[in-house]
């Protein structure tokens, strides 16, 4: 028996109904692809999920930008936050740090959300990235992602990616680049929340 308030069920069976519910969108495969993108709707809250994105050239960030005019441009303002933290292989490197290069103040640039992705047959990164209501005329669009890297140089660094498009305008689309070179594989996996 599940637990009721004022005629809903908040828990039900181990499980908790929280109003909202995701909903598979699309699914998109790179292949040695310049960029993928992505058409975005009135939902209130996107999740992109990134599975072994594989670039082409060894040390590529991989980033976005969003579009207010269905694709015709990426060049919408951004300010973000990141930091990183990371441990080699060989035990020898063990940190946390903000990375100002990984952020952005008032910019229309590409926002990094994976740093240094190695090029190697074994490395890539993969994570999850939220974007809260894109179709929004009245405030800024937030987004926070967080993603493992394998780097070049053998180890681990989850980073961490957080801003606003500071725009007013309905975000209309998205784009993901590796920031040289081609996405060579991996899966990006969009859902929706109602």
């Known amino acids: 028996m599940g637990l009721i308030s004022n005629g809903t069920t908040i828990f039900d069976n181990g499980t908790v109904n929280v109003g909202g519910s995701l909903k598979f969108i699309s699914k998109a495969t790179a292949s040695a692809s310049a960029s993928i993108e992505f058409t975005l709707g009135d939902l209130?809250?996107?999740?992109?999920f990134f599975v072994n994105m594989?670039?082409?050239?060894?040390?590529?960030?991989?980033?976005?930008?969003?579009?207010?005019?269905?694709?015709?441009?990426?060049?919408?303002?951004?300010?973000?936050?990141?930091?990183?933290?990371?441990?080699?292989?060989?035990?020898?490197?063990?940190?946390?740090?903000?990375?100002?290069?990984?952020?952005?103040?008032q910019s229309t640039s590409f926002q990094r959300i994976a740093a240094t992705?190695?090029?190697?047959?074994?490395?890539s990164t993969s994570g999850s990235m939220q974007i809260f209501n894109p179709s929004s005329t009245t405030y800024v669009k937030h987004f926070i992602s967080n993603l493992d890297v394998y780097n070049p140089n053998d180890y681990s660094a989850s980073v961490f990616t957080a801003g606003y498009a500071n725009t007013t305008s309905a975000l209309t689309n998205i784009k993901f680049q590796m920031s040289s070179g081609n996405i060579?594989?991996?899966d990006i996996l969009l859902f929706g929340v109602n």
């Open 184 to 186: 060579d594989a991996g």
């Open 117 to 123: 992705v190695g090029a190697d047959n074994d490395q």
């Open 44 to 48: 209130k809250e996107y999740k992109f």
């Open 54 to 105: 594989h670039p082409s050239s060894d040390g590529a960030y991989f980033e976005f930008q969003f579009s207010t005019d269905s694709g015709s441009t990426y060049a919408t303002t951004i300010t973000s936050t990141s930091f990183n933290s990371a441990h080699n292989e060989s035990d020898s490197v063990a940190l946390i740090q903000y990375v100002t290069a990984d952020d952005l103040a």
